[in-house]
């Protein structure tokens, strides 16, 4: 039986949810599917100020692809170029250009494309006992280049070849000291920590979380700002939100941001 991946929206919070609890929320082809379409709805829901992705239940975040339709989804090289690079990368891809801030909350295992999802996130919190890797080099296949690039834009060549060329498995701690986590929490704090994050993201100005993911993305290509991006950094300048900003700075009051 096929998983299913949950989308909530509350109170301008989604919850996305991997939810493939029988095989330790193993995303297969129509997980992936649902996943880029859940992320495209949130680009869309007006309001939101975090997007958080959890495993259902308390086993796993994701224990990778469902390695069982392999044999089916990808048995030639024009299947596997339709799955890695239009299902896979393509969520992957949403994930990682999401203009919402995402927040990961990792519960157990976090394994091949499990770990990638988390990669492409901009803040991951885990539990003591999550344990992260990637070993498919005992299964005979490597991974596809486009779904490299969140995690070696994380951590760098190095730590993402200790990674794949070892196979092994990390501990939260280690995980943590190699730059793939943002934090370490109590097993059963994982969820309320993540909750927190994103009501603190959610306190801030929208339009500002969106403009600082925009530059630090923008950032990372390596190319000079021209004049018109120097520019365009000051646009807050005409915002609602500026003006809301400052007034309540100088009134000494919480903010009332509307994503103006």
Known sequence: ??????????????????????????????????????????????????VILRGAGHQAFAAGGDIEEFLTVRATVDDALHYHDTLVASALD???????????????????????????????????????????????????????????????????LEILLEGRILGADEALAKGLLSRV??????????????????????LVARAHKQWVHRLMTGAPLTDAEKRDAFAFLDTADYAEGMQAFLAKRAPRFDGR
């Open 1 to 50: 039986m096929p998983g299913t991946i949950r989308l909530e929206i509350n109170d301008g919070f989604a919850t996305i949810t991997l939810d493939n609890p029988d095989r330790l929320n193993a995303i297969d082809s129509h997980m992936w599917r649902q996943l880029h379409a859940h992320l495209a709805a949130v680009d869309a829901e007006p309001g939101l100020r975090c």
């Open 94 to 160: 949403a994930i990682r250009h999401c203009p919402i801030p995402t927040v990961t909350a990792i519960q157990g295992a976090c394994i091949g494309g499990g770990l990638e999802i988390a990669g492409c996130c901009d803040i991951r919190i885990a539990g003591r006992s999550a344990r992260f890797g990637a070993p498919i080099n005992r299964l005979g296949f490597s991974i596809y280049p486009g779904e490299m690039a969140g995690l070696l834009a994380l951590v760098g060549p190095a730590v993402l």
């Open 185 to 206: 929490v109590e097993d059963d704090q994982v969820i309320d920590e993540a909750l927190a994050t994103a009501r603190r993201i959610g306190a801030g100005a929208p």
